[in-house]
């Protein structure tokens, strides 16, 4: 009996893709309208072109920033027009949302741009324990693309996958 260990899964040929390691390192920033509010509870259009005019834009450069209010205030659709206007020259993508929503629009972007040409005909693990969480909607996006170029795709990690989809 030999001694020596034996790596089985690096010698398999599957290819593990890592979300938490290929996430791209975006600079995300909120914007809370709550400060821009009369009284705490509403917008007065004077006062918040004064904000928009005031306010120092040059912070959010290349920045993805998620516009939002942190109270019940109803806010106009012209106000995040107005704030759309002065985003537009500085920061490298803005919503109306949340961060959580943001986070997904940026993945689900990136999913979409991913040169998938290393994984043709591949046996590939979509990693599944991250410390990150990653929305499933990029779990479901990545695979209706993976599956379009892999061999065999699994989820999991590669002492322990789940089977996802095989080729024909």
């Known amino acids: 009996m030999s001694d020596t260990i034996e790596n089985k899964v690096a010698k398999s040929g599957l290819i593990t893709l890592d979300l938490e390691e ?19 509870m509403a917008l007065k259009e004077k006062d918040f072109r004064l904000f928009v005019q005031e306010h ?3 912070q959010y450069k290349d920045a993805a920033v998620f516009v939002h209010c942190s109270t019940d205030a109803i806010i106009p659709t012209w106000a995040y027009m107005l704030i759309g206007t002065r985003l537009q020259d500085v ?13 997904q629009m940026l993945w689900l972007d990136w999913v979409r741009n991913l040169d998938l040409s290393v994984y043709a005909d591949q046996r590939v693990i979509l990693k599944g324990c991250s410390d990150e969480a990653i929305p499933e909607s990029v779990y479901l996006a990545l695979t209706s693309k993976l599956t379009s170029v892999v061999k065999s795709l699994m989820f999991g990690e590669p002492c322990s996958t789940v089977p996802v989809f095989k080729k024909k």
Do not use: C, Q
């Not at 290929?22 to 705490?40: K, T």
């Not at 920061?91 to 986070?103: A, H, M, N, T």
């Open 56 to 58: 120092d834009w040059s």
């Open 91 to 103: 920061s490298s993508f803005s919503i109306v949302g949340s961060r959580k929503e943001l986070d």
């Open 22 to 40: 290929l996430r791209p390192a975006w600079n995300i920033m909120g914007l809370d309208l709550v400060d821009s509010l009369w009284e705490g």
